[in-house]
């Protein structure tokens, strides 16, 4: 099991950047890769990005060049930074564990976080 904890989310005026974290604990010592997913109001939860046990990542389209998703091991933390964020960017945003290398969707994931608001205004 891997229990994971998502901070830092909030409100930003468009162009400005928030750094999101995902601290993980459990069966931390496995190698696994961490994705984010999103979730506007009335909409379906999408991908944003993931980043592999050895650092690779993988981006949508609509965040490239925006977003970058780091990870400390030594800290079993993952972060997520946005940067020129939209208001377009405004919902929850999630982390989550996965075995699959560089994963994109939500089934390849087995464990979650309970998610954290972020809002862009205008």
């Known amino acids: 099991q891997v229990q994971l904890v998502e901070s830092g989310g909030g409100l930003v005026q468009a162009g400005g950047s928030l750094r999101l974290s995902c601290a993980a604990s459990g069966r931390t010592s496995s190698s696994y890769g961490v994705g984010w997913f999103r979730q506007a109001p009335g909409k379906e939860r999408e991908f944003v990005g993931t980043?592999?046990?050895?650092?690779?990542?993988k981006y949508a389209d609509s965040v490239k060049g925006r977003f970058t998703i780091s990870r400390d091991n030594a800290k079993n933390t993952v972060y997520l930074q946005m940067n020129s964020l939209k208001p377009e960017d405004t919902a929850v945003y999630y982390c989550a564990a996965s075995f699959v290398w560089l994963g994109h969707l939500q089934n390849q994931y087995q464990y979650w976080g309970q998610g954290t608001q972020v809002t862009v205004s205008s």
């Open positions: 980043i592999a046990w050895t650092s690779d990542t």
